[in-house]
């Protein structure tokens, strides 16, 4: 099991730039697969990013690819995303989420561990 902890959001203007960070602990973390989603108010939880235990695969939504940008760093047990050129329609509850499964990493049921998640809204 991993316990995950989001921080970074707030208030961007469109066209802006922030950091998510997602601190986990656990001693599975360096072997899950580690995703982040996003929920609007009214709509469904969307998958946004992905990234392998290693780092060295990652997937992107369609909406996101060549804005965000997701990472690890395993020796600090940590994961994150870099969104910019940020857009009003990214607004939403952003959640990091962790999973042993290497398959179907787009999809929110396969994962095990969610965050709280943390808030991010872009002004236009």
């Known amino acids: 099991q991993v316990q995950l902890v989001e921080s970074g959001g707030g208030l961007v203007q469109a066209g802006g730039s922030l950091r998510l960070s997602c601190a986990a602990s656990?001693?599975?973390?360096?072997?899950?697969?580690m995703g982040w989603f996003r929920q609007a108010p009214g709509k469904e939880r969307e998958f946004v990013a992905a990234i392998s235990w290693s780092g060295f695969s990652t997937y992107y939504a369609g909406s996101v690819k060549g804005r965000f940008t997701i990472s690890r760093d395993n020796a600090q047990n940590t994961v994150y995303l870099q969104m910019n050129s940020l857009k009003p329609e990214d607004t939403a509850v952003y959640y990091c989420?962790?999973?042993?499964?290497?398959?179907?990493?787009?999809?929110?049921?396969?994962?095990?561990?969610w965050g709280r998640g943390t808030q991010v809204t872009v002004s236009s």
């Open positions: 989420a962790a999973t042993g499964s290497g398959q179907n990493i787009r999809t929110a049921s396969t994962y095990d561990d």
């Open positions: 656990g001693r599975t973390f360096s072997t899950s697969t």
